[in-house]
């Protein structure tokens, strides 16, 4: 007769550098795991006790300390079940991305990470070195290895733990969510169970953590690669699973089998992306103790689809909108934010800026003197609204969310201190495409139920700012479908320009949109953080100089 080994998956949104809490959520976390599961282990996200990434916390002087205090705690907890917990250990002098197996008051054993990803996101050479040792434990009479993320994305680790004896692997994880990233993942892991001749039960971090976003969809794989349980994406929980386990220690005889469990459904690619950008601002604000979020309404589509994640994020009475018209704002801009926001149910107010803009040209008369009118003018009006959302941010405590999106950020389609004022853009990596897949995503497949958030008439009016009469954004852009094609090509890709006219593209136009995403790396630099969405970003992602003098080509 089988025997049977119950584990829970600690899916948990950590806070980065609270040490003290995030060890009291492991021991909480761990008693119930017992209490409600009868669990004979529980598999916690990479770094737990830390958060991820601390970054340049791993170099403050008290870090060693305050682990060892942690893991104090943790031991004299005296917790009845296996406890696979990430850290960072301090040793010699060195710094390792570590795990410890902790049950009752022992250290059981640890476990170094061997592969640092120091890519894209990532940077973990700059803090950890790395380790180079397999660790296999008896678990309920199972070897038992242990690996950290980037470890099963090598076949280095599995191999090694194969070698080993190994008949089980639980793998910690701290792997952030990009399109598609779920897929990946499951490929890869089906890659390693097959190599390794064994399950692999991985365990991921959920939450946001400031462009970050950590999705969670723990899961295990078979021996065979066949995916048996997959937790919820975006849903912070525990997960318990069951493993059996048939024959006895030795070559050949024992065998881990995992039936099959629940598997949650994949997301379309708009709600996952709707959910990482929800989960991203409602951590933002409440790990950052802001009070809600002010942000303005202009009737357009991208502050439209900003204000209705805001909402869904944090809930009416967190979020304040704010139209502030010109002369140049249309009646059905005015018309369009007044309905969103009542239909929304947020505190929403009209500040007009006709006087305000006035005052500082009138300010500006004698150095504006016999000079034409220019994008001098259209700028200034972006800067009296940003003006005013921060003196209201400053006044109650709320964090201004800018509503560019990547298309216009990339090409410089914004003021700088002014529409890209404030304290986080939420479509920072969304496309202009993508916003408009997502604003009918809002209106007609989120939730339960049809519901028109965004009013119609703004998803279907060409886009503008408003800043000049009759202006429209393809009069100085190409049509958006092309643009983001180039620049998915460019930023996410790395194409040169010679690369992308062969795909079929005018060279003219191409040439003119990369050195637009060029010369404005200076405003992306001083722009607000967002949330990551796409294998490139603007932010941790990409990083070019500013003063540089590389030539568009080949």
Not at 203 to 221: C, H, K, P, Y
Not at 238 to 252: K, W
Not at 467 to 478: E, G, I, T, V, W
Not at 489 to 504: C, F, M, P, R, T
Request: net charge negative.
């Amino acid at each position: 007769m089988a025997r049977q080994l119950k584990a829970v998956l600690a899916q948990l949104n950590l806070v980065v550098g609270d040490i003290e809490g995030n060890t009291q959520k492991v021991i909480d976390t761990a008693k119930v795991a017992v209490s409600e599961h009868g669990a004979d282990l529980v598999a916690f996200p990479e770094l737990t006790l830390t958060g991820y990434p601390p970054e340049d916390l791993l170099l403050r002087p008290s870090l060693g300390l305050r682990i060892e205090k942690a893991i104090q705690r943790l031991l004299e907890a005296d917790l009845p079940i296996f406890c696979v917990v990430g850290f960072p250990e301090k040793q010699e002098g060195a710094l390792f991305n570590s795990l410890a197996v902790i049950r009752g008051g022992e250290v059981v054993a640890k476990y170094r990470k061997q592969c640092l990803p120091n890519y894209q996101v990532f940077d973990e050479r700059r803090y950890f070195d790395h380790g180079d040792s397999v660790c296999v434990v008896d678990i309920c009479g199972i070897p038992t290895a242990f690996t950290i993320c980037e470890d099963i994305w090598e076949q280095g680790p599995v191999l090694q733990a194969r070698d080993a004896g190994a008949r089980l692997m639980f793998n910690i994880n701290a792997s952030p969510f990009h399109m598609g990233k779920q897929q990946l993942r499951e490929k890869v892991l089906a890659t390693r169970c097959k190599q390794g001749g064994f399950p692999i039960i991985s365990t991921n971090l959920i939450g946001g953590q400031d462009e970050l976003v950590f999705d969670g969809r723990s899961m295990a794989l078979d021996g065979n690669g066949e995916l048996r349980f997959l937790a919820p994406a975006f849903k912070e929980g525990i997960y318990p699973i069951s493993l059996e386990i048939e024959g006895e220690v030795g070559p050949g005889k024992l065998v881990v089998k995992i039936p099959l469990q629940e598997i949650s459904p994949l997301l379309s690619s708009e709600d996952e992306v709707y959910e990482s950008l929800v989960l991203g601002v409602r951590d933002y604000v409440n790990k950052n103790k802001f009070k809600g979020i002010v942000l303005g309404l202009s009737g357009g589509i991208d502050s439209a689809l900003t204000l209705a994640i805001a909402v869904d994020a944090l809930g009416c009475d967190r979020v304040k909108a704010v139209m502030m018209p010109f002369e140049y704002t249309s009646d059905l801009s005015i018309s369009a934010a007044s309905i969103q926001a009542k239909k929304q149910g947020v505190e929403y107010s009209e500040i007009s800026i006709s006087a305000v803009y006035s005052e500082f040209i009138d300010s500006l008369s004698g150095e504006f003197k016999d000079m034409d009118r220019d994008v001098s003018e259209q700028n200034l009006q972006a800067r009296c609204r940003a003006v005013l959302l921060m003196a209201i941010s400053n006044k109650k405590g709320l964090l201004v969310l800018t509503t560019g999106n990547k298309s216009e950020i990339a090409v410089g389609y914004s003021t700088l201190y002014g529409d890209m004022a404030g304290g986080f853009d939420v479509l920072k990596d969304v496309s202009k495409t993508l916003v408009y897949r997502l604003a009918n995503y809002r209106n007609g497949d989120y939730g339960d139920s049809f519901d028109e958030i965004i009013p119609q008439i703004v998803i279907d009016r060409p886009p503008s700012a408003e800043l000049a009469p009759d202006q429209k954004d393809q009069d100085s852009l190409p049509p958006y479908d092309v643009l983001d094609q180039v620049l998915a090509y460019y930023v996410e890709e790395d194409l040169s320009a010679q690369a992308i006219v062969a795909k079929g593209f005018e060279s003219a136009m191409v040439h003119r949109v990369l050195r637009l995403v060029d010369i404005n790396e200076y405003k992306r630099r001083q722009s607000p953080v967002g949330v990551r969405l796409t294998q490139k970003g603007f932010g941790r992602d990409r990083r070019y100089p500013i003063t540089n003098a590389w030539q568009i080509g080949e």
